[in-house]
């Protein structure tokens, strides 16, 4: 069958077996049995023991789950249930963030039903629109939303003004948030198209999730449930895959080079091991706590933990988490590939600039919300225009008092709301009330003007406005500063040239407005239309969907943060254009890439890569730039409010929806919601994200360094032929108890001031950069060799093995204390970060010192872990070889500062 939209209305009434006089019940419901219900299958809120579950799905799990498996089967019970212990406490905090989250989210959507006007059995009634199916006849009214994907009709019914509607071309629905166009579509039910004619210049067709702004119409239902345009983007969303966030393509990578270093370290030890005479069971015993030694076993925690804050504190920045690792890849982000309507722009026609014969263009602050203020005293020199425009008017606009304060409400179109908010913009507003209307001429696409005629003291007033070329035709005079002038031919090439074309070529809808004054004695539409000559020309306005004020600098603050921005809409490219050069996004015009452009190349990766706007694209274009980019090689944020966003929310490595504006399925698709819609937020979430992966690298540092120091004591231990200077449950004990509270309260480190100065880190910049790795390796080799040859030292002065443990692990614990200090910045020193800045960390070191020496006294726990309590004098000692680590990583960042050396890693260049 060929699309609706390119049919007669005959054979489209004909393919679907239905009439004028809509379907019987028994017919809807036959119907009903074999299409279904005119809805989308809702994604189910996952349980909590399924997000319990998805906590163990990470590849460093998978290594402590063997290393686990290990122990069990060699009957190390301790080593076993210390592992368990951390995977579930790593679950169980991973679970509560995000069912919380989760449940953050849905108290977004709307519950409401949607309800709509359909004729069964002859009769008018309203219904479910779930309850609608092919064929059915409803009305559209405006207010009410699009029920589902329909082909307009203009039928001879009793009230035939319903007809008449559609024929005039009255019908304006808001198409925005599946189309991106920010101004109400004029529809027209007699027009045909062709098949491969763009979804947002098809107008003779109404698609669901779309809603009527003004006008009446019939209908035909065409298509419903997954079979809508709607239904086709939620159904391609089953089969898009989602990109990998960046933090588990890092994670993968730092358990991929553990898991082969263990593996090697593990082959190179049994060799030495075997050489001299151990047998198999005692090469096993060692791996388990090579093992141990090896594994971060507490990064698991300290990851979750880390992007647990960091969610918080974007909740509290207006940005809601629904999956964890979308914390970490907002702040890996090369690229931002962003609506415009209602993202950008905040989805409002406003008035911002006004135009008169010889008068200086009056230009306004344009917030698009229905707020007058403040008020322009410039406006009163043009109180006649805006006059024209409040009477030439059916919308309407009244203040009230709410909770924070005076609210503004406004109903009608859009249009006509702009207009009667630049009237309350004067110091004394227009008394419009005064005037009593007696007859109008309604805004008819084909005339490309609207009239009205008003009554006030014995005399009349003709207020026009409209399109600039009809309005002028009907002109024989012009307003000026000195009075009415007589319009010549070079007037009104002046008068297009200086005050419509600029407006024009920079985005603008322009409107022109001009007057009649007449005496008492008309009063029908015809009179009026018979007087719409020699009218006196007031002017024209510009009209455009307004930036958000934050809009502009977010985008200033995403480039000084090396974050390439892309606007990708529906829009008309002229408009798109127009907002991307008052953003600072673009300016030339071979930025501006459009849908039709991507259809027609051979090579549209070109045309992506060199695009900074995306103008009138479609749902399935929106995906392939995305896709595009993911390929050249970016880390891609997106961010939407329509359903027609959703595909490229889901591809996305984050997805980014609006709260208040966003569709549910904007939502359900998205990492991260916005609840103020606010693009700033976004802004805000990036320096979040970058904190939260600061944090993680401290983490990390901190982790790998006492680990790689425990190999070093372990392969000392070996080559001297010394015994092992900790047991399994020692180094247990450290990395998961002593390490594990220290590691936890990093993850609270605040931000450093300068996150958004940083370029984003490269996609292929691994988790072990140069820096990283300078200062694993120093860190290691102190604290390894130090604690290694006090061990030897203790042995050689006659102290037992066991005491002599006993003071190397305290010597560990203290060494990871100062280590803390160390990890809380790359590049500044710790001697000038204040410890009071992190009171987690203040209490997480003076826990784990604290835990350990409880540790000393605690029957069973000491025994277990074979420590006894040491006196003031050794601690005091130990004291003095566990700040030989601060003393060598300071000297390390002197080094590098002197050299102008920077950690941060270079932005990719597309």
């Known amino acids: 069958m060929r699309s609706p939209h390119a049919e007669s209305l005959a054979k489209v009434f004909s393919k679907l077996m239905t009439s004028e006089q809509g379907l019987t019940s028994a017919e809807a419901q036959a119907r009903r049995r074999v299409y279904g219900l005119n809805r989308l299958p809702t994604q189910e809120a996952p349980s909590f023991l399924r997000i319990f579950a998805r906590q163990f799905l990470n590849p460093l799990i998978y290594v402590l789950l063997a290393a686990g498996a290990i122990a069990l089967a060699l009957d190390d019970l301790s080593d076993a249930l210390f592992i368990g212990l951390i995977l579930i406490v790593n679950a169980i905090v991973g679970s509560i963030q995000e069912f919380g989250a989760e449940k953050s989210a849905r108290a977004l959507q709307s519950l409401a039903r949607t309800k709509c006007l359909c004729v069964r059995d002859s009769?008018?009634?309203?219904?479910?629109?779930?309850?609608?199916?092919?064929?059915?006849?409803?009305?559209?009214?405006?207010?009410?939303?699009?029920?589902?994907?329909?082909?307009?009709?203009?039928?001879?019914?009793?009230?035939?003004?319903?007809?008449?509607?559609?024929?005039?071309?009255?019908?304006?629905?808001?198409?925005?948030?599946?189309?991106?166009?920010?101004?109400?579509?004029?529809?027209?039910?007699?027009?045909?198209?062709?098949?491969?004619?763009?979804?947002?210049?098809?107008?003779?067709?109404?698609?669901?999730?779309?809603?009527?702004?003004?006008?009446?119409?019939?209908?035909?239902?065409?298509?419903?449930?997954?079979?809508?345009?709607?239904?086709?983007?939620?159904?391609?969303?089953?089969?898009?895959?989602?990109?990998?966030?960046?933090?588990?393509?890092?994670?993968?990578?730092?358990?991929?080079?553990?898991?082969?270093?263990?593996?090697?370290?593990?082959?190179?030890?049994?060799?030495?091991?075997?050489?001299?005479?151990?047998?198999?069971?005692?090469?096993?015993?060692?791996?388990v706590a090579l093992a141990v030694s090896a594994i971060p076993e507490g990064l698991p925690v300290a990851l979750t933990v880390a992007l647990s804050v960091a969610s918080r504190r974007m909740a509290k920045r207006n940005v809601i988490v629904r999956r964890l690792h979308a914390v970490e890849a907002l702040g890996s982000c090369t690229m931002i590939a962003t609506d415009k309507t209602g993202t950008l722009t905040v989805n409002q026609l406003s008035i911002t600039e006004v135009r008169a014969l010889d008068r200086t263009p009056v230009k306004l602050e344009g917030s698009g919300d229905l707020r007058p203020e403040p008020l322009e005293p410039k406006l009163d020199a043009l109180r006649e225009l805006i006059l024209t425009g409040a009477l030439c008017n059916e919308a309407q606009l009244k203040s009230q008092d709410g909770e924070k304060g005076r609210e503004w409400i406004g109903h009608g179109d859009a249009v006509d709301l702009a207009f009667l908010v630049l009237a309350h913009k004067l110091p004394e507003p227009c008394e419009t009330s005064a005037f009593q209307l007696l007859a109008s001429v309604p805004f008819e696409a084909e005339n490309q003007f609207a009239a009205t005629l008003h009554e006030r003291e014995q005399a009349q007033r003709i207020s026009v406005k409209g399109a600039l070329e009809k309005v002028l035709a009907m002109c024989g005079s012009a307003r000026s500063p000195s009075g009415p002038q007589i319009l010549t031919d070079a007037m009104r090439a002046q008068i297009i040239q200086s005050l419509a074309d600029p407006l024009a070529e920079s985005g603008h809808r322009v409107l022109a407005l001009a007057s009649k004054i007449l005496p008492a004695r008309h009063s029908t539409n015809e009179d009026l239309r018979s007087h719409l000559n020699e009218l006196c020309f007031e002017g024209v306005v510009g009209m455009m969907d307004p930036l958000r004020p934050e809009a502009k600098e977010a985008l200033r603050a995403c480039r000084e943060a090396g974050i390439q921005v892309a606007m990708v809409?529906?829009?008309?490219?002229?408009?798109?254009?127009?907002?991307?050069?008052?953003?600072?996004?673009?300016?030339?015009?071979?930025?501006?890439?459009?849908?039709?452009?991507?259809?027609?190349?051979?090579?549209?990766?070109?045309?992506?890569?060199?695009?900074?706007?995306?103008?009138?694209?479609?749902?399935?274009?929106?995906?392939?730039?995305?896709?595009?980019?993911?390929?050249?090689?970016?880390?891609?944020?997106?961010?939407?409010?329509?359903?027609n966003d959703a595909p490229a929310l889901k591809a996305a490595n984050v997805g980014i929806a609006m709260g208040k504006s966003g569709t549910d399925l904007a939502k359900e698709t998205a990492g991260l919601i916005l609840t103020d819609d606010r693009f700033a937020s976004i802004v805000a979430g990036i320096e979040e994200g970058r904190v939260a992966y600061a944090n993680i690298r401290k983490v990390v540092y901190l982790l790998i360094s006492t680990g790689a120091a425990e190999i070093i004591m372990f392969f000392y231990a070996i080559w001297a032929k010394t015994p092992l200077p900790l047991t399994a449950a020692q180094l247990l004990w450290l990395n998961l108890v002593t390490n594990g509270i220290q590691d936890a309260a990093l993850a609270f480190e605040p931000k450093e001031g300068d996150e958004l100065r940083r370029p984003p880190r490269s996609p292929q910049e691994p988790m072990f950069d140069r820096i990283m790795l300078e200062r694993i390796a120093l860190s290691a080799l102190v604290m390894g060799l130090v604690s290694s040859l006090f061990f030897e030292m203790q042995l050689h002065m006659g102290t037992s093995v066991e005491s002599a443990r006993n003071l190397t692990l305290l010597l560990m614990v203290l060494f990871e204390n100062f280590m803390i200090g160390n990890c809380r910045s790359e590049t500044r020193s710790a001697l000038k970060i204040s410890p009071f800045s992190n009171r987690f960390l203040i209490l997480g070191t003076l826990g784990a010192q604290l835990l350990h020496i409880a540790a000393l006294y605690t029957p069973g726990l000491r025994d277990l872990l074979q420590v006894e309590p040491v006196t003031l004098a050794q601690w005091g000692e130990l004291l003095g070889y566990a700040v030989s680590v601060v003393i060598v990583i300071e000297i390390h960042k002197y080094w590098r500062s002197s050299r102008r050396t920077s950690p941060a890693p270079s932005v990719i260049n597309t």
């Open 123 to 287: 009769q008018e009634i309203e219904i479910d629109a779930e309850d609608l199916v092919p064929g059915d006849l409803v009305r559209l009214e405006s207010g009410r939303k699009v029920p589902a994907d329909l082909r307009l009709v203009a039928l001879p019914r009793a009230d035939s003004h319903l007809a008449q509607a559609v024929s005039k071309f009255e019908l304006h629905i808001d198409e925005s948030l599946l189309t991106g166009e920010s101004l109400p579509v004029q529809k027209n039910a007699h027009q045909l198209f062709d098949e491969s004619t763009a979804l947002g210049d098809r107008l003779n067709m109404a698609y669901a999730g779309s809603v009527v702004t003004k006008g009446r119409a019939d209908a035909i239902v065409v298509a419903t449930g997954l079979q809508t345009q709607l239904g086709h983007i939620a159904h391609s969303l089953k089969h898009e895959a989602s990109a990998p966030p960046p933090l588990v393509l890092r994670m993968q990578k730092l358990t991929q080079k553990i898991s082969w270093s263990l593996v090697i370290v593990c082959l190179a030890m049994a060799a030495i091991l075997l050489t001299r005479g151990q047998t198999w069971l005692d090469v096993l015993m060692f791996s």
């Open 569 to 643: 809409t529906g829009d008309h490219p002229k408009t798109a254009m127009a907002i991307a050069r008052q953003l600072g996004l673009a300016h030339e015009d071979a930025e501006c890439v459009t849908g039709q452009a991507l259809r027609n190349s051979a090579t549209p990766a070109e045309l992506i890569r060199q695009g900074r706007v995306f103008a009138r694209v479609e749902p399935t274009q929106k995906l392939q730039i995305v896709q595009h980019l993911l390929r050249d090689g970016h880390f891609v944020a997106v961010t939407g409010d329509g359903a």
